[in-house]
Each structure stands twice: as structure tokens, then as C-alpha cells.
């Protein structure tokens, strides 16, 4: 397998490997998530991470009610793992209070306590919040990167037009704008591609998508699977079944194309990533062996034709993963 390669994250100053290793799966587990995995899996997972190089993680405060967050920040404490050697990223609006001031700045501090360290790498606004005013979101955001808590910022799952609006709101008051997006983008799921990544590209700013791997179906050629997670994972199922007739297509083709390049299928689903322009994708393992699937990814180089014939069968999806809002919220102040 070749070595881990690495890039900088948009204007943030930080420098990840290709690959992202997704803390979601991490945790005891919970009625919406109770696929998770224990500590002693979780220490495994990372431990085979970072020797093959990878060297950024991503979590939550709410992933698996903040216990995902003590996973990974014991484990790297317990293996050793140097704090400046890994970038650790992880997010804020699943809480009381959303993005609201008292809120950023009460969870901040949970979660440097979960990871046992006094800096995050990359804060990323978990989704747009709409009961709270930008301006107060972005201040107060911009306090802990000058107060040395945060280095960077990120935003996930949100419309284009919020996203822009944001970026507009913290250049124009000279606070810190996000340097990342992470909102989902895989084979199956496309739309971000019409407005989402040329604003972000706009801004100058990095591609850390998550669902990577559609929830474990890009990895086998098999839509169902005999996984905890296949069979209890709802959320996914609500996600991705209504597309399954056209999206096993797309499947199939990843199936074909990993076995005439001698890899498994998670690899070709990344390495179409990269093809795309995609700075470093997150992928969830919930075991140590995933992980050596995924960095095969660095083996394949996809051609011109690889990638259209991976792309063809793809139609147009509902959205996903952005907090649906109703037409009153867009009109203006006494409209009709």
C-alpha cells in the first residue's frame, strides 16, 4: 500500500492526511445510534489509523451523548499519540441553545474536557441555525480562535445561500471564516455539486464530506448487510432506501471497478473522492481492518473514463442532511 499523502485544509494553516476517520461510530451506544462501538474497539480503530498515517479525526458533542468524544480522547492518550501530531475537528449545534453565544461557549469547554486537551484543531457548526443571528454565531466563534481554543472553524450540512451569507457576515466584521465544509457527498449522493461546492470553492475552502461511504454501501455489492449497523442504523435507511432501485446501479459499477483494480470497493468510493476535487473524506470504521480497506484508496488512480462510467447512472436525489424550513422564513419582514 502506498503512503498516506497529506494536504492543507483550505486557509486554515492545517495540514491532514488524505483520509479523515470519522468518530460517529464511536460510543456507548444510544436508541438513535446503537450500532456504536466500545472503547476497546474505538482504541483499536485509531491505533490502526495512525499507523497507517492518517492523522485527523472528526466527532461531535452529541455523538453518543459526549462519549465519543472521551473514546478518542482517551485512546490517543493512552497510545502515546503526541496532541500537535493529530488534528482533531469536532461540532457544536446538537445542544441547547444551537449556535447561540452561551451555547458555543458552555460546549466548547465539554468538549476539550471529553478530549483531555486545551485546543481543538477545527470547530465546525454542526448545521445553519436559524433562531439565532449569524452575527452572534460568528463573534462568538471568532472569540475562541483569538482566545486560542479553536485554531480554525468549519461548517457542515446547510443551503448554499447560508453558507455564502456567513462567509459574507465574518469577512465584512473581520472575524474568522470557515475554512472547511462537511456536509454528505458520495457516489449516491450528489446535489452538493450544483451550488454547495462552488461556493465553498468560492471561499477558498476545503471538502471534508461525511458518508463517504453511504453508510457502508459503497463497500460491498450487497445493498443489505448482516451488520448491527445495516439492520439497525434507521437513520441511514430513511437516508439512502428510497433510492435503492437507481443507486444499486451506481453500486454495481464500484463493485466492478474494485475488482479489476484488486481492491476492495470502499477504496475505489474514496479514490472517486479524491478524483473530485475532495480534500479529505470522512470514513467511520468500526473495526481496525476497514481502515487498511480504505487507505488502499492511495493505490487507485482513476481514469477519465473510470470516472464517468462510476457517475452515469446517477440521478437527481432528494436533499439530505440540510434542516428543511418553510417559506415564511424566507420572506421578508411584512411581505405577502
Sequence with gaps: MADMRYVRLGGSGLTVSLICLGGMGFGVPTAPRPWTVGYDETRAVIAAATDAGVNFIDTANCYADGTSEEFIGR???ELGIPRDRTVLASKVFYNEGGLSRAAIMREIEGTLRRLRTDYLDLYVIH?????TPVEETLEALDELVRAGKVRALGA?????YQLHTMQDVALANGWTPFSTMQSQYNLLYREDEHEMIPVCRQFGMALTPYSSLA???LTRPTWDAP??????DEISKKKFDPMREQDEKVVARVAELAEGHGVPMAAVAVAWLWSRGVESPIVGCSRPELVGDVARALDVELTEEERIYLEEPYVPHPLVGVRPHTLDELLPRGAE
Excluded at 156 to 160: E, G, I, P
Design 75 to 77: 485512546a490517543l492518550r
Design 215 to 217: 453508510a457502508g454501501r
Design 127 to 131: 448545521r445553519f441555525d436559524a433562531a
Design 227 to 232: 451488520t448491527r449497523r445495516s439492520e439497525t
Design 156 to 160: 457542515s450540512a446547510m443551503y448554499a
